[in-house]
């Protein structure tokens, strides 16, 4: 038998071997790794913030944005070092490899404002200036008027038509609360 | 010249049977379809990036067209010119018809469906999230992962059906992409081990994969026959073609978690990877070393010839993007450039300046033979031009953003200073996007200028 001549041998090695790899290399760590626990005081997701991070997954958020604080010193400022415990239980977890925008892992302590988010998900530009975020308006309604039960968005008047008012959907609500809720754990000691 | 057609269609060498040649042209004209698409999203992507309040709609917003521009140029593009391509070379160098034009035909179709419906579905925010090209749905993976298997039976039993004793070492690669796509494929998306950071060790393992397993052998495959056709003189050396082939799986395979070091995935896995990332210099050197010295000493037809120059430049493609990658892989690298948009720079060397320029090169090089029609030299010159300065002030000016960046994070500055310090580059890569675009309308138009018509004089007067 030789590869160079005998085809079936040779895609029989090149698939077994590769195989064989892939378990090493991919499937087995795999497994071994979705055992990790969460931390003890991870909270549980309310159905609103499960639809923010539903929201989060389908507009590509995590294209531009980590949730992933390596142990370097250019990283402090997002919170402490990510654990594997951090992601336990994650479908898919949101670590990421471009950092387009800064990292959110612990952003709901180091902005926790609501109008903020709200403001800033409308344009962001309306906040930081120089920021190239996508603005979402279509997640907020313009009305003439606000009803009793609204969220009145107190965006700056030359990002809305003039004599409307932005009024956050549910949409915009979950997305917030959803960035509100990312606050990393306490790591037991 | 008496010979009737029938006659005539007995008589053409393997590959060049006009049901053959019509899927391989089809194939190419999909292909260059999602090109011209998946390029359009792409400059969207990068004026938006600059201009973010331009086009402003729910279906055209930057986290929607991303995964757009990269699966349609993965999976339309790059994979089914590759596939076309490898077509033709599998029954070329087995000297036998193609087993199947019909299910290659069938295969075109489920891919065309699953890129379609791709692009439909991230448009309206069906997706499983940022998983860096496998944000498709499973039944759109479905689909094209049966495309793949049955093209790869096609291949398979073509080579099986071969008429020469050895397998030409392009048919290894070949039949090696495909073996590794079907596991690749689908260990990314079966769920079960997958579960928090299980989830992010395979999606290291699958992006890097994909370029590892499946673009990279298909091309090199395709160039170990197209390189020496056009030269017309053999390979450098068949032994090192093959050692490529068995280093390639046994360290491209290894190296995905570099795509996550300094992150809690076990560290055995990242230092691994690091080390494997050396390796990958010895497939990647005696591919490309192959390639040059078997040019070595036809400088003066490289010279004159744009398809062989598009080759030549893919070639120094692979050898830069590799070396490039390994240094990327050292945890000081990392430290400057991951997050980065160094990491887009290199990408982009590796699917352009790689692989595009290659399969560019062979189509130039290889359809003429079996349609017999060529577009002007000077057609092809002009796409050679702009997609060689295009792509080069791309990967330049996206590289230095990325630069940019990481010197901003590392000197502590705050965040927004390094979105400020890139948006000159920015500007520049759309510039660098904009001639990109123009090359592949003019290539488009060349390969028009090559669509088969009858059986081609040329086959006629070598068949007579």
Redesign the interface.
């Known amino acids: 038998m030789s590869?160079?001549?005998d085809?079936?041998a040779?895609?029989a090695v090149?698939?077994l071997?590769?195989?064989v790899?892939?378990l090493i290399?991919?499937?087995l760590?795999?497994?071994?790794?979705?055992r990790?626990k969460p931390l003890a005081d991870a909270p549980a997701r309310t159905p609103e913030v499960s639809l923010g991070r539903q929201?989060y997954?389908?507009?590509?958020?995590?294209?531009?944005h980590?949730q992933?604080v390596?142990?370097?010193?250019?990283d402090r400022p997002y919170g402490r070092e990510?654990?594997?415990a951090?992601?336990?239980?994650?479908?898919?977890?949101?670590?990421?490899?471009?950092?387009?925008?800064?990292d959110l892992a612990n952003v709901g302590i180091r902005q926790p404002s609501e109008i903020w988010h709200l403001i800033h998900l409308y344009?962001?530009?309306a906040v930081?200036p120089?920021?190239?975020?996508?603005?979402?308006?279509?997640y907020f309604l313009l009305k003439d008027e606000a009803a009793e039960s609204d969220v009145v968005v107190p965006v700056p008047p030359q990002f809305v038509p003039p004599g409307k008012i932005a009024v956050a959907s549910p949409e915009a609500l979950a997305v917030v609360r959803y960035l509100q809720s990312l606050k990393q754990p306490e790591v037991p000691r | 010249m008496t010979q009737s057609t029938a006659e005539l269609k007995q008589a053409l060498p393997p590959g060049h049977e006009p049901e053959t040649i019509r899927v391989i042209y089809a194939y190419f004209l999909a292909a260059t379809f999602w090109l011209l698409i998946g390029t359009l999203y792409g400059l969207l992507a990068a004026l938006?990036?600059?201009w973010?309040?331009f086009a402003?709609a729910?279906w055209l917003?930057?986290?929607?067209i991303?995964?757009i521009h990269t699966n349609t140029l993965l999976w339309g593009w790059s994979s089914i010119a590759l596939v076309g391509l490898a077509m033709f070379v599998v029954s070329r160098t087995s000297k036998v018809r193609l087993w199947s034009p019909r299910l290659a035909m069938i295969a075109l179709g489920l891919w065309n469906v699953a890129v379609l419906l791709g692009l439909l579905t991230l448009s309206v925010?069906?997706?499983?999230?940022?998983?860096?090209y496998r944000e498709w749905i499973w039944p759109i993976a479905v689909l094209f992962g049966a495309g793949v298997v049955l093209n790869g039976y096609n291949y398979?039993r073509t080579?099986?059906a071969?008429t020469t004793?050895?397998?030409y070492v392009s048919?290894?690669f070949i039949?090696?992409a495909f073996?590794?796509m079907t596991?690749?494929y689908a260990?990314a998306y079966l769920p079960?081990?997958?579960?928090?950071?299980?989830?992010?060790?395979?999606?290291g393992?699958?992006m890097h994969n994909g370029v590892g397993?499946w673009f990279t052998p298909l091309i090199l495959g395709i160039t170990y026959y197209a390189l020496p056709r056009m030269l017309g003189k053999p390979i450098y050396s068949y032994a090192l073609g093959v050692l490529g082939f068995w280093t390639n799986?046994?360290f491209y395979?290894?190296i995905?978690?570099h795509?996550?070091i300094?992150?809690?995935?076990?560290w055995w896995?990242q230092t691994?990877a690091i080390l494997f990332s050396v390796g990958m210099m010895v497939p990647v050197w005696s591919g490309s070393g192959n390639f040059f010295l078997t040019a070595h000493g036809s400088w003066a037809q490289v010279r004159r010839s744009y398809p062989l120059i598009f080759i030549l430049v893919g070639v120094w493609g692979y050898a830069l993007v590799s070396t490039q990658g390994t240094i990327e892989a050292f945890r000081t690298a990392n430290?400057y450039w991951h997050?980065?948009?160094f990491?887009?720079g290199h990408s982009h060397l590796a699917m352009y300046g790689f692989v595009a320029f290659l399969v560019w090169g062979a189509i130039y090089g290889l359809l003429p033979r079996i349609t017999g029609q060529s577009p002007s030299p000077s057609a092809i010159a002009i796409h050679f031009w702009l997609s060689f300065v295009g792509g080069s002030i791309y990967v330049l000016s996206i590289s230095a953003a990325g630069i940019l960046?990481g010197m901003s994070?590392?000197a502590?500055e705050s965040?927004?200073a390094s979105?400020?310090a890139s948006?000159p580059m920015?500007l520049w890569r759309t510039v660098g996007g904009l001639l990109m675009v123009a090359s592949h309308v003019v290539f488009a138009m060349n390969l028009w200028a090559m669509r088969p018509r009858e059986i081609s004089h040329e086959v006629r007067e070598a068949v007579a």
């Open positions: 590869l160079h001549t085809h079936r040779l895609v090149a698939a071997g590769y195989l790899l892939t290399i991919g499937i760590p795999a497994f071994e790794i979705q990790t929201l997954l389908d507009d590509g958020c995590g294209f531009c980590t992933f390596r142990g370097l010193d250019m990510s654990l594997a951090d992601y336990a239980g994650e479908q898919p977890p949101l670590l990421g490899t471009q950092r387009t925008g800064p344009n962001p530009r930081v120089s920021s190239v975020m996508p603005a979402y308006p279509w | 938006k990036l600059y973010p309040d402003v729910e917003s930057f986290g929607r991303r995964p925010g069906i997706s499983r999230g940022p998983q860096e398979y080579v099986a071969r004793r050895e397998i048919n290894w039949l090696g073996c590794w596991i690749l260990t079960f081990y997958q579960g928090g950071l299980g989830n992010t060790v395979i999606q393992y699958y397993m799986m046994l395979t290894l995905g978690a795509h996550f300094f992150s809690p995935v076990p896995l691994t430290v997050f980065t948009n990491t887009v960046q994070w590392v502590g965040f927004i979105v400020e948006a920015w």
